[in-house]
């Protein structure tokens, strides 16, 4: 049986660990399924940012997707 991947994530975090961007990965290493941007998502994504920022500058809390260790680059 070959190696698989299964439900793997790859995504931009900001410095506060909140997500920017993300796509799922699964399927074996030879032919990975990846999840497809969504063209919504791709067109209104200038105003979801603002609407993030806006957010939290008024105390605003995301969705964590990583809270490790290891620091965010500046």
Same mark, same amino acid.
């Given at each position: ?6 439900? !793997?994530?790859? =995504? @931009? ?8 961007? +993300? ?15 969504? !063209?919504?998502? =791709? @067109? ?8 993030? +920022? ?15 260790? !290891?620091?965010?680059?500046?």
């Amino acid at each position: 049986m070959p190696a698989r991947l299964v439900d !793997v994530t790859i =995504a @931009l975090i900001d410095a506060k660990g909140c997500p920017e961007a +993300q796509q799922n990965i699964r399927g074996i290493f030879l032919k990975p399924e990846v999840d497809q941007i969504a !063209v919504v998502g =791709a @067109l209104t994504e200038s105003t979801r940012h603002l609407l993030r +920022q806006a957010r939290c500058l008024f105390g605003g809390k995301c969705d964590v997707l990583y809270a490790g260790s !290891v620091a965010p680059p500046k």
